[in-house]
């Protein structure tokens, strides 16, 4: 089989980092064309430097990381410096990095590079779709070179920001609309399905085992992390939310998931960014999506694991 060839939108973001491990783990799986950033969790400043600095911590320097937007299409930009610390990475000290920044911007790569592929690419969200949106507006011809989008993003049922909606969306919901009204095929790993994938500490013990360069970087960002997530969710660790994405991609299997019809608020302030998906069916309207409803997380736990321990 060949590689599936992906770029990854992200906000980089301890979730997003160890999404990247996952991703970069493969080669023989997924060939990563380039990784674009967006502002999200912290500042573009902030996203752009940290993928390059992870590219690196895992070797992998040669992959071309862009940066894109550095604000959501309407409203202003809101930052999660509570959740990942001000530099983005808290937890984890990485030099500066040596690899050079694109010059060109990250929408153009996305659409430079979807036009001239002779194979469909996959697109791998894992921030604020603020890029991906403005790709779509600028050259909508991108659409038919798309495979599918895999997004990380929405809550079926309970917000993370909000009580109705989770943060990526809730960030840049105008780009969330534009992006699954645009009739690409999209598949959601929502809260409902991230909040299933918790770092326990058995899981995590499995990654200290490793006892590499990258496992600690792992526990370091996840120890981090996850103080908030617990304190805010009660959960017994952290929940990894854009590895799911990229475990998906892996392996597909872990996952089941229903086809609906979602739709984006983004007039009311009370429901700003609300995922509303029709699992009834009751506005007739043809699914649009497929949503991701269970993980099995051992699995995906096994998965990580594997991966990290493929960098010494
Ligand atoms: O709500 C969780 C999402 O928002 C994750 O992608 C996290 O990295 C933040 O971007
Ligand atoms: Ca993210």
Do not use: W
């Not at 430097?49 to 990381?65: G, I, Q, T």
């Not at 009204?181 to 490793?210: F, K, N």
């Not at 007039?267 to 497929?290: C, F, I, K, W, Y």
């Amino acid at each position: 089989m060949l590689a599936k060839p992906i770029i990854i939108d992200c906000d980089p973001g301890a979730d997003d980092a160890i999404a990247l491990f996952l991703a970069l783990a493969f080669p023989e799986q997924l060939n990563v064309l380039g990784i674009t950033t967006v502002a999200g969790n912290v500042p573009l400043s902030l996203t752009q430097k940290n993928a390059r600095c992870l590219c690196e911590l895992v070797s992998k320097a040669d992959v071309p990381v862009y940066a894109g937007c550095p604000r959501p299409l309407l409203r202003p930009l809101m930052t999660a410096e509570e959740v990942h610390g001000k530099t983005g990475l808290d937890g984890i000290h990485l030099p500066e990095p040596q690899m050079p920044l694109q010059t060109q911007h990250a929408v153009d790569f996305l659409i430079e590079t979807l036009l001239r592929s002779t194979d469909k690419i996959t697109l791998a969200t894992l921030g604020p779709l603020t890029n991906i949106a403005i790709a779509l507006i600028k050259e909508p011809a991108i659409c038919q070179q798309m495979q599918e989008i895999v997004m990380m993003g929405g809550a079926v049922t309970q917000g993370n920001i909000t009580p109705s909606a989770e943060f990526n969306l809730y960030v840049d919901p105008h780009a969330a609309h534009v992006v699954v009204t645009a009739g690409v095929p999209l598949t959601i790993m929502s809260l409902d399905v991230t909040h299933q994938a918790i770092a326990t500490p058995e899981r995590l013990s499995a990654i200290r085992a490793i006892n590499s360069p990258v496992s600690a970087a792992t526990l370091g960002l996840l120890d981090h992390y996850g103080a908030y997530e617990m304190q805010r969710h009660g959960f017994l660790g952290p929940p990894l939310h854009d590895p799911c994405v990229i475990a998906y991609l892996l392996q597909p299997d872990l996952f089941t998931s229903r086809r609906a019809y979602v739709a984006i608020e983004t007039t009311s302030e009370l429901t700003m960014g609300r995922t509303v998906v029709d699992r009834g069916h009751v506005t007739n309207q043809p699914p649009n999506a497929n949503i991701a409803e269970t993980i099995d997380a051992d699995g995906f736990y096994q998965l990580l694991t594997r991966a990290i321990a493929k960098f010494t």
